[in-house]
């Protein structure tokens, strides 16, 4: 079992700055690839970013390339996503997730095993 807490939420000016932070406990989290997901209000789930177990490959979708940053410290247990240049585009709640099965994205949802609860990111204009 591996539990996940984010924090770093918060609200933020339009071209701001968020760094959130996705804390886990339990199972060695050096196994687990780590995902970032979100979700707008009235929107399905949409990957974010990923990261491998040990942190040597990342993976972002398009929206987001260029301006947040995946990456972890598996000796603090923590992953990280640094998002710069916001927009309210980005407005939404935040999740991380792990996943201990192989993969060549980690852009599916049902590829992961555990979720943390999530935090709102507000971006305003």
């Known amino acids: 079992q591996v539990q996940l807490v984010e924090s770093g939420g918060g609200l933020v000016e339009a071209g701001g700055s968020l760094r959130l932070s996705c804390a886990a406990s339990?199972?060695?989290?050096?196994?687990?690839?780590t995902g970032w997901f979100r979700q707008a209000p009235g929107k399905e789930r949409e990957f974010v970013a990923a990261i491998s177990a040990r942190g040597g490959r990342t993976y972002y979708d398009d929206s987001v390339k260029g301006r947040f940053t995946i990456t972890r410290d598996n000796a603090k247990n923590t992953a990280y996503l640094q998002m710069n240049s916001l927009t309210p585009e980005d407005t939404a709640v935040y999740y991380c997730?792990?996943?201990?099965?192989?993969?060549?994205?980690?852009?599916?949802?049902?590829?992961?095993?555990?979720w943390g609860q999530g935090t709102q990111v507000t971006v305003s204009s």
């Open positions: 997730a792990a996943a201990l099965g192989a993969s060549d994205n980690y852009r599916q949802g049902s590829q992961y095993d555990y």
């Open positions: 339990g199972r060695t989290f050096s196994s687990y690839a």
